[in-house]
């Protein structure tokens, strides 16, 4: 079967160091189709030229957060671009499996071997998350019975978003969305597939080993909006000379 790896991404100044570390993961996997989902009004042109240098399939498409969830106090990220990418999947692909991965976290290779063969819907540990550093699910004689993460938060389903994998004719399902809320889209998005615990898969050597990394890039604000600092106004001497 084929991957469908979907990557929510937006533009800032580590965007092309991003994409181009993880295009040059997914370069290594055989049978996989990147969509490229850019929070974006259209796509961006940079995003565009970068894709083409992998020599992978990929779809860059583009869909903007709503202007109403930017003002929010936590926003909640990559949910219309996603959304975006849900609905092409739906459209374009009979078969396959989708994962959701972003552009900031760390994929080992035998990731894509595990998830590959995902019946309904696969589970698997995620490092580097939360307070406890690890969220997994919790086995019992082979089967799902809970869940390690470190904000349980009422959630049926305490998973990142990194940590599942989705058979696309599971996909298919009417009711299947992602909400706008922070928090929430993973636990949500699995409950609209109605998926059961019985139904989850475990994978990575029963959840024991870490494939995947909610690896995050520190982000450094533009010199250009600290208005009035020494380094703003020797870079208007600059540009005035
Ligand atoms: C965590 C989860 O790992 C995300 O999958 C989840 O979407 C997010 O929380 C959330 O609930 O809001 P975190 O590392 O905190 O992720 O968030 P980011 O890495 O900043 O964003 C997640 C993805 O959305 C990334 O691929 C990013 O490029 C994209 N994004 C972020 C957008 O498309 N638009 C934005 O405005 C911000
Ligand atoms: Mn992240």
Not at 17 to 45: F, K, Y
Not at 136 to 151: H, N, R, T
Request: charged share 25%.
């Amino acid at each position: 079967p084929k991957i469908y790896f979907v990557t929510p991404t937006y533009p800032r100044r580590e965007q092309a160091a991003e994409l181009t570390r993880l295009g040059q993961t997914l370069m290594h996997v055989p049978d996989i189709h990147w969509i490229v989902a850019d929070d974006n009004q259209s796509c961006n042109a940079m995003v565009a030229k970068l894709l083409k240098k992998f020599g992978i399939p990929f779809t860059h498409i583009s869909s903007p957060m709503p202007e109403v969830y930017r003002k929010a106090n936590i926003v909640p990220r990559g949910v219309a671009n996603r959304r975006a990418a849900i609905n092409w999947i739906r459209k374009n692909a009979q078969h396959g499996v989708i994962y959701f991965g972003d552009d900031d976290n760390t994929f080992d290779l035998k990731l894509f071997e595990e998830i590959r063969d995902t019946k309904k819907v696969s589970m698997f540990p995620v490092g580097l998350i939360g307070d406890y550093a690890v969220s997994s699910p919790i086995l019992k004689e082979g089967k799902v019975i809970g869940f390690f993460d470190s904000w349980p938060s009422k959630r049926k389903f305490p998973v990142d978003m990194a940590g599942f994998a989705v058979n696309v004719e599971f996909l298919l399902h009417p009711n299947a969305t992602m909400p706008y809320k922070a928090g929430y889209e993973e636990d949500q998005f699995l409950r609209s597939l109605g998926l059961a615990l019985e139904d989850i898969e475990p994978k990575a050597d029963s959840c024991t080993q870490i494939l995947v990394w909610h690896t995050q890039t520190s982000k450094k604000v533009s010199p250009t909006i600290r208005i009035g600092s020494e380094l703003d106004t020797s870079l208007k001497d600059l540009l005035e000379e």
